[in-house]
């Protein structure tokens, strides 16, 4: 398969066009995976973009690519959300990274009541632009067209309040009702998003789970083991993948 490398600015690129690779994208294309001249590669914006074409020149600050064939890849629906509690180690990193190799296609750090870290005002931004990061390298890593979204550290009553207008599925071992049985009783055409929500190490807290089931969410459960804050998320997006017929 061709290496794959983004180019935020090329949503205007049309087939004959050379698109230049610079800064990091650059280094990291001509000196970490050593693409050569007449090599043919893909290069996308994170936004829809999907070009394909043959380097043309490669030096470790900039990296041409005539473009081939290009196309659009249409956003899609409904959008799958992953609400992640913010959790301590890496262990939180590694959720939103797996899921984004998985075909999430939004992630919301959340401030769950039992979260061991915690993001105040000063690491908010700080820490919504390190998942950004880890988010655009797991997309690029798997050949994406689009980039998911990186949303702002959202409280408990802000992601309940989404429920009006999306489904939201909170992950509880306890739950009677399966996650697969939930998203198959969905309406064909959907809403316009599914929100997962993942709890932090300790669990998601009594009080949450009533104030998100009071707002229309469903408490709904993988199997019968309980997972790692993770690994749960991207096991329950596998599951609603493959529920959704994307895979």
């Known amino acids: 398969m061709a290496l794959h490398f983004l180019v935020e600015d090329a949503a205007e690129v049309a087939e004959g066009d050379v698109v230049v690779l610079t800064g990091a994208e650059a280094h990291h294309a001509a000196t970490v995976r050593r693409v050569r001249v007449g090599e043919q590669v893909t290069v ?3 936004r829809g973009l999907w070009a394909e074409g043959v380097v043309e020149a490669a030096a470790p600050r900039e990296v041409s690519v005539r473009v081939t064939t290009r196309r659009e890849v249409p956003a899609r629906t409904p959008r799958l959300v992953l609400v992640q509690a913010l959790a301590k180690g890496d262990r939180d990193e590694l959720a939103v990274q797996a899921a984004t190799e998985l075909g999430v296609d939004a992630i919301v750090p959340w401030q769950a009541a039992r979260s061991v870290s915690r993001w105040d005002a000063a690491k908010a931004e700080k820490g919504r632009t390190r998942w950004a ?4 390298e797991a997309a690029k890593q798997a ?3 689009w980039i998911p979204e990186v949303e702002t550290v959202a409280s408990t009553a802000q992601i309940a309040a989404r429920a009006a207008a999306s489904v939201v599925l909170v992950l509880e071992p306890t739950a009677s009702e399966r996650l697969s049985d939930r998203v198959r009783a969905l309406p064909p055409t959907g809403d316009a998003e599914i929100l997962l929500v993942v709890g932090p190490e300790g669990g998601i807290d009594p009080r949450e789970i009533a104030e998100f089931t009071a ?3 469903f408490p709904v459960r993988l199997g019968e083991s309980v997972l790692r804050t993770s690994t749960a998320g991207p096991a329950a997006l596998a599951a609603v993948e493959v529920c959704l017929g994307r895979w």
Request: hydrophobic share 40%; proline share 0%; glycine share 30%.
């Open 215 to 217: 707002a229309g969410a």
């Open 133 to 136: 990061g880890i988010v655009r």
């Open 143 to 145: 050949h994406r067209a």
């Open 44 to 46: 996308g914006d994170g």
